[in-house]
């Protein structure tokens, strides 16, 4: 089957580092998204990755390593207004797009 | 900036009730998508949408459902015969394929509507 595992939720201190992790197993890949998500809200695009390696873009950046099936995003210099969800979710050989249960990342002062 | 527009933003009705939710997707845009979230859930893919047509829908989008185009702009989603476990935020998406990827929806990104709250009493 396919499935998406990442961290139900993590909490982390304002100005901090944090690091979310994404591990997938699907029927075939063609790229990897992280999505923000505040309560109530729709899911606003954050990054994409479909080659290995860092994409950085701000105080956010996203990795992705294919042979171990792996991802995560890196949040710096964390602000209050980054406490949401952070939904990660696979393309897989079908062009389906399957999406991860999220993480609640609760930032405190 | 274009963005999806949805309504209605909140939604009540009766178990049994027919409901239809819409959506204005980007203008240039050519996919459109429906996805659902249960209060506390993950997203859940219902259907896409290109050139008219359904494209791909998941086994959640059964005769229950149906999607419209019916005219340049709007993008509905109807639901009949409502029932309780049908209560959930609905949003609609579209995106604009890569041209690099041949034309893939799923390499690009996708643009979200506030989403309608829907709920079954």
């Known amino acids: 089957g396919q499935n998406i595992d990442q961290p139900t939720e993590m909490t982390a201190t304002e100005g901090a580092i944090v690091q979310i992790n994404c591990t997938y197993q699907?029927?075939?890949?063609?790229?990897l998204f992280w999505y923000q998500q505040h309560a109530g809200e729709a899911p606003t695009f954050l990054s994409y990755n479909v080659l290995d390696g860092l994409e950085e873009k701000g105080r956010f950046s996203s990795f992705l390593s294919r042979s171990k099936g792996y991802s995560y995003l890196l949040l710096k210099e964390l602000q209050m207004k980054d406490s949401a969800s952070y939904l990660c979710a696979v393309t897989d050989s079908n062009y389906q797009l399957i999406w991860g249960a999220g993480t609640k990342l609760i930032i405190k002062p | 900036e274009p963005e999806v527009t949805q309504t209605p933003s909140h939604q009540v009705t009766q178990m049994g009730q027919e409901v239809i939710l819409r959506c204005v997707p980007i203008s240039n845009h050519l996919y459109f998508y429906w996805y659902r979230q249960i209060l506390g859930q993950k997203v859940e893919f219902l259907v896409s949408?290109?050139?008219?047509?359904?494209?791909?829908k998941s086994e959640i989008f059964d005769d229950q459902f149906s999607v419209e185009r019916p005219d340049g702009s709007n993008f509905t989603l109807k639901i009949r015969s409502t029932k309780l476990e049908d209560s959930a935020m609905y949003f609609c998406?579209?995106?604009?394929?890569?041209?690099?990827?041949?034309?893939?929806?799923?390499?690009?990104?996708?643009?979200f509507g506030e989403g309608s709250r829907l709920t079954v009493l």
């Open positions: 699907t029927s075939g890949f063609n790229g």
């Open positions: 998406a579209s995106n604009l394929p890569e041209l690099a990827s041949g034309g893939d929806p799923n390499t690009g990104e996708l643009f």
């Open positions: 949408f290109y050139n008219n047509e359904i494209s791909e």
